[in-house]
């Protein structure tokens, strides 16, 4: 008798209603394609980050004069602590300024 009653009824609505995982509020139902971010040390196969070379250090300092994070430089781990100390390497013999002003 129960499995007539289970028969009857109609599909549940919270697993039919979308089929997109619940993405479609956000931005309307679009997916945005985003391209992934790549280490570009990586890429060159660079083992030694120079700190002679202002100009290439200059690309992930902003005018902020902090250090551009990962998410937005795209280096990998290892490169940004790299980076890191190379920067910090090239400020302390005023190849790059510690700020803007």
């Known amino acids: 008798m129960s499995m007539d009653r ?22 309307g139902g679009r997916m945005g394609f985003r391209r992934r971010r790549y280490c570009k040390f990586c890429e060159d196969k660079v083992v030694y980050i120079d700190y002679k070379d202002p100009e290439m250090l200059a690309g992930y300092v902003p005018e902020r004069a902090k250090l551009a994070p990962r998410r937005i430089s795209g280096t990998c781990a290892m490169h940004q602590r790299k980076l890191q100390t190379a920067v910090k390497q090239a400020r302390n013999i005023a190849l790059l300024p510690f700020t803007t002003e």
Do not use: K, L, Y
């Not at 919270?14 to 931005?27: A, F, H, S, T």
């Open 6 to 27: 289970d028969r009857d009824r109609e599909p549940r609505g919270d697993r039919d209603r979308d089929r997109d995982g619940g993405r479609e509020g956000r931005d």
